[in-house]
């Protein structure tokens, strides 16, 4: 995994004169790519890439330059291709030959071969942006799911694309603005963001399965992929079978690395699915896998079990410990660094995200980094398997509006008086427009239909906010996080699957659990789904509630300039378990979050200016 960034200017001259700001990017990106760097600033182009060496070491250095048909082209790539071995088969039996084993240079010989339509031929989780030095076109596109990210903003008829905001911004002619869409982001929205939307005024990101070209001071863009109401002729049987052959090897091509593996272990279906794929893998090699399990200092002598949580990990991770040969790290989190890496999670996503949701992650890959490159972990089975409360309970799945956010009023208290956004609508618009895209086929019954809708909203944006939780806080230490379920083809195959298939057994991914049976202990198999786990000690809601009573006694804090003083006071004394963004983030973290944007907007010298 990788960071990349450039710009493309109309002339030379724009590009040599800014070389200063490249360098900050590359700075900026340098967590993202700690093992090498380099920058190419040519005829107006400037393109820049940190990189995390995982396969080819030596030789998959970048910019990667390309010289076919007597033309130049120039590669920055963030990602990893997982059927790098059948493509490059193609292209030499089309006639490319190879210097290297890196997929970089696959990708690079995919775009010469087949132009912009190399994007369908890829199994991967990338972005990358490559350069037509003749003809002055610069081409970028992003993975099908969304698992790697890409920025951008236009300038004075510039293109300026970074993986990450924070690169964005390090760029001398980028101002970090927030006008009243992005304070209506953070209160309304927060932490999730609009497809597309960065939030800051002018910063907008490419979406999954998008590719743009910039040409001539013009940017245009477009998709190349995306689910597909079909059919389902597939008896039970087969799509047992059929799941359990793309489940396992999508975990088996993700796999494959050149520096130390190791997997999550929450002792929960997803992880405990990979880490025993992974361990099976390992062995047949000669080698021992490793597992991480993240848990926090106090837990158990607070833990209170709920309907979304109703047991803790520890158990199950032990019965995977023993059905394992792997070696298995507990990480133990203590409350100060927990709430002290509230900042660097900050930092790391550049924008106020998940509070402790993403703090415990940061500090959890931090721990990983010490012993593993390359870390694999069960994002996306719930959203593709229909594993969360609001696909299963007819109530929440029926309500109106986003069911991870049932909070609109509740925000709206939050919001300075000096704003005038219509909050309703511009809330109810953008979950309108998702039910808009959703692929369905006429003659679905009721619940299908709206189980149809319910994958897209998850897709299109609670999936999102996760995914932006991996990649920032495992890219922060330099990790390279895959994530195995969201290999396109097993959301194809299940998108359009019955609900009664997937909720076999009334038990939420039922279908899941059939299909991996005999590979896991059965109270794994079958043990109620838990969410990632959280710290209930009770110190950290006096903590984050200390820090930010003092925020709100500085009469200067800048998140007094968009959040109402009286509101964040009531917030302090609330009694009540209210969420603000799924059940992951209740009270507590809501301060949190409040913490997060006054120190975002301190931190990034944001401008606000509605």
Avoid at 22 to 34: D, F, H, I, S, T
Wanted: hydrophobic share 40%; proline share 4%; with cysteine.
């Amino acid at each position: 995994m990788c960071g990349i960034a450039g710009q493309i200017a109309r002339n030379e001259g724009y590009t040599d004169a800014r070389r200063g700001s490249y360098e900050a990017m590359r700075v900026a990106l340098k967590r993202r790519g700690p093992d090498q760097d380099g920058i190419y600033i040519n005829s107006g182009a400037a393109l820049v890439h940190t990189r995390l060496a995982v396969i080819d070491l030596e030789n998959g250095r970048q910019p990667m330059v390309f010289n076919h048909g007597g033309r130049r082209f120039v590669l920055v790539y963030n990602g990893e291709l997982y059927n790098t071995d059948e493509v490059r088969d193609t292209l030499r039996s089309l006639g490319h030959t190879f210097e290297t084993c890196s997929d970089t240079e696959v990708l690079g010989r995919a775009y010469l071969e087949w132009g912009g339509e190399c994007v369908k031929r890829l199994n991967g989780i990338f972005a990358f942006a490559m350069w037509d030095e003749r003809e002055r076109r610069l081409f970028l596109a992003r993975d099908r799911i969304g698992v790697k990210p890409l920025f951008y903003t236009e300038v004075d008829d510039t293109l300026i694309f970074a993986s990450e905001i924070p690169a964005l911004l390090a760029h001398a002619d980028v101002r970090p603005i927030l006008d009243e869409q992005g304070v209506a982001e953070l209160l309304l929205i927060g932490p999730g963001r609009t497809p597309g939307c960065g939030v800051l005024s002018g910063i907008h990101e490419l979406l999954p399965a998008e590719c743009a070209e910039f040409e001539n001071g013009r940017l245009w863009k477009w998709s190349y992929w995306s689910m597909i109401d079909r059919e389902c002729g597939d008896s039970f049987d087969t799509a047992v079978a059929s799941t359990r052959d793309l489940v396992t090897d999508a975990i088996t091509r993700q796999l494959v690395s050149d520096v130390p593996i190791a997997t999550f272990l929450s002792g929960g279906l997803d992880s405990s699915v990979i880490s025993s794929i992974a361990d099976t893998y390992m062995r047949s090699r000669g080698e021992v896998l490793r597992t991480f399990s993240v848990g926090y200092r106090d837990n158990a002598r607070y833990f209170e079990a709920s309907k979304f949580q109703p047991n803790s990990d520890e158990h199950y991770i032990d019965v995977m410990n023993r059905h394992l040969a792997a070696e298995h790290i507990d990480v133990t989190l203590d409350t100060p660094e927990l709430a002290d890496a509230l900042y660097d999670a900050v930092d790391a996503r550049g924008l106020p995200g998940m509070a402790d949701v993403d703090s415990s992650l940061l500090l959890f890959c931090r721990e990983i980094k010490k012993h593993a490159t390359v870390a694999l972990s069960g994002e996306c089975a719930d959203e593709i398997f229909g594993g969360y409360p609001w696909y299963r309970d007819k109530t929440l799945r029926s309500a109106y509006g986003f069911p991870w956010a049932q909070s609109t009023e509740r925000r709206q208290g939050f919001l300075h008086e000096r704003y005038s956004v219509n909050v309703t609508e511009y809330v109810d618009s953008r979950y309108r427009d998702t039910l808009a895209q959703t692929s369905k086929l006429a003659g679905l019954d009721a619940d299908e239909t709206r189980l149809r809708e319910m994958v897209n909203l998850n897709f299109a944006w609670f999936m999102q906010t996760l995914l932006d939780r991996k990649d920032r806080m495992s890219m922060y230490s330099g990790l390279e996080v895959r994530v195995p379920f969201c290999d396109y083809r097993i959301a194809e195959y299940l998108y359009s699957m019955p609900w009664a298939y997937k909720d076999y057994r009334d038990t939420e991914k039922g279908l899941l659990r059939t299909a991996m049976q005999g590979l896991l202990p059965d109270e794994v198999l079958w043990r109620k789904k838990s969410p990632y786990p959280k710290t209930h000690n009770p110190d950290y809601l006096a903590n984050v509630s200390a820090r930010l009573r003092g925020v709100i006694a500085d009469a200067d804090a800048p998140l007094l300039q968009i959040v109402r003083r009286d509101a964040l006071e009531a917030l302090l004394t609330e009694t009540a378990s209210t969420p603000w963004y799924g059940q992951l983030m209740t009270v507590p973290q809501t301060i949190a979050y409040f913490l997060q944007m006054d120190y975002w907007l301190r931190k990034f010298e944001v401008e606000i200016v509605a």
